[in-house]
């Protein structure tokens, strides 16, 4: 099993760009969130979907959006990158079930923005 | 909205010291996860507190969830420089369905 894989690890944009940050998980996990890390800030949660079809806003919403059309996939949409967004981010996974289970995370997304 | 804190921010210590780490949450929360972050790395979950004064161990490291539910901290005895890395803290609260909070958390160096 590949776990979650993100892509691509690295990115440069414009500002005023759009793309698309991909997610993919291969362990039938419901739960999938998305987090950008900033130094000192720690993960501040942006969007996350507990099943194929639901999405919610996070702490840091805006700037970004997120579709779950399926179990494995949960990409994150820059619509017009900002500098603001020059961050690292993370995908996440879990089950979800009547207690909290770990969520597992992929290796990341180094994003610049110029 | 909720917020969960972590103090402190940073921490040096010589390698054989110890090490504790606080996270505190401005509400009740229903659990408490704890991940480490190695240097460029991502989040590793280490372990899940789910009752208020419940204490975990795993090797040199404690966990601890207070009585409150509110706060819960980590403590590494002997640090070795396999330790050195990014300590977070992450809970969700009874009303949250699924909004999984981190803290801001601890940066660990170890100086051999």
């Known amino acids: 099993n590949a776990g979650v894989t993100q892509t691509p690890k690295f990115q440069v944009l414009k500002t005023g760009q759009s793309m698309t940050l991909q997610c993919a998980q291969d362990?039938?996990?419901?739960?999938m969130s998305w987090y950008r890390q900033d130094p000192g800030m720690g993960l501040r949660l942006i969007h996350y979907s507990v099943g194929a079809g639901i999405t919610d806003q996070g702490e840091v919403p805006n700037g970004y959006n997120v579709s779950r059309s399926t179990t494995e996939d949960f990409p994150l949409r820059l619509l017009s990158a900002a500098p603001s967004q020059t961050s690292v981010y993370f995908c996440a996974s879990s089950f979800r079930g009547q207690s909290d289970q770990p969520q597992h995370f992929g290796d990341g997304t180094r994003l610049s923005i110029l | 909205g909720q917020q969960v804190m972590q103090i402190p921010q940073y921490q040096h210590v010589q390698e054989g010291e110890d090490f504790t780490t606080y996270c505190n949450s401005s509400t009740t929360l229903s659990n408490i996860q704890w991940y480490k972050q190695r240097p460029g790395g991502h989040p590793v979950f280490l372990i899940q507190?789910?009752?208020?004064?419940e204490v975990k161990k795993q090797k040199r490291l404690t966990f601890q969830f207070g009585e409150a539910n509110k706060n819960s901290s980590l403590h590494i005895t002997a640090t070795q420089t396999t330790d050195v890395g990014t300590y977070f803290c992450?809970?969700?609260?009874?009303?949250?369905?699924?909004?999984?909070?981190f803290g801001s958390g601890t940066r660990l160096s170890i100086r051999p």
């Open positions: 992450a809970g969700k609260r009874y009303s949250s369905a699924s909004k999984i909070i």
């Open positions: 362990m039938n996990h419901e739960y």
């Open positions: 507190l789910v009752k208020s004064g």
